[in-house]
C-alpha cells in the first residue's frame, strides 16, 4: 500500500509493484504521481510539472518571433 503525497488516501498498490519513474493515479484525489525513487519509497505529482511545462511554451513562441524578423 502506498499513501498519496497529495491527500495522503491509501492507494491500492504495493510498493514492489513500482519501479522508478511507473506513473499512477490516485483514486481518492485523481492526482497523476509517478515514482521517483522506490528506496526510500517516495511518490511525485505530475500536476505541478505541468504548470512548469506551459512557461516553456510562451518561451518557444518568443523564439518563432525572432526567426520572423530574419
Ligand atoms: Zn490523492
Do not use: N
Not at 509493484?17 to 505529482?45: H, I, K, N, Q, Y
Amino acid at each position: 500500500m502506498v499513501t498519496c503525497p497529495e491527500c495522503d488516501a491509501e492507494i491500492d498498490v504495493e510498493e514492489t509493484d513500482l519501479d522508478e519513474g511507473d506513473t499512477l493515479t490516485c483514486d481518492d484525489c485523481g492526482a497523476d504521481l509517478r515514482v521517483v525513487s522506490v528506496d526510500p519509497f517516495e511518490l511525485e505529482s505530475l500536476d505541478e510539472e505541468e504548470e512548469e511545462e506551459d512557461f516553456l511554451d510562451e518561451d518557444e513562441d518568443d523564439d518563432e518571433e525572432e526567426e520572423d524578423w530574419k
